[in-house]
């Protein structure tokens, strides 16, 4: 069974501002529907701090599947052949942005 891919995920740090680092090392991802609703907080289990440093890289499915209900990634930073691969291999469209909240971050690209 195929997850539809239809929420925005918000890398977030502890304290639920915008990560500053990469987009696959945040500690927390929050999920908010199309509408701007904010629907989850979900930790990061590959994230800074969890012990399994970097593993993501050698791996983006690892992000993939534990996203696997959203279509936007939006983060402070992210490469560009991710960027690439996650538009061209999963459909996934990835926002690099420089605010500082999360929730101007999402105002910004539901605009």
């Known amino acids: 069974m195929t997850t539809q891919r239809t929420l925005i995920a918000i890398a977030v740090d502890a304290k639920g501002a915008l990560w500053g680092g990469h987009f696959g090392m945040a500690p927390y991802f929050q999920l908010y529907t199309p509408t701007g609703d904010l629907i989850e907080t ?5 994230g800074a701090g969890q012990g399994k440093k ?3 890289h050698d791996n983006p499915k690892l992000i993939i ?3 696997p209900e ?3 990634f939006i983060g402070r930073r ?6 690439r691969k996650l538009a ?5 469209e990835a ?3 420089s605010e500082r909240t999360p929730e101007a971050a999402l105002r910004a690209c539901l605009l």
Request: hydrophobic letters at 30%.
């Open 65 to 67: 599947d534990l996203l």
């Open 54 to 56: 970097h593993e993501h």
């Open 70 to 72: 959203c279509a936007v």
């Open 88 to 92: 061209e291999k999963f459909g996934i």
């Open 78 to 83: 992210m490469g560009e052949d991710s960027k």
């Open 95 to 97: 926002v690099i942005t």
């Open 42 to 46: 979900r930790p990061n289990p590959y």
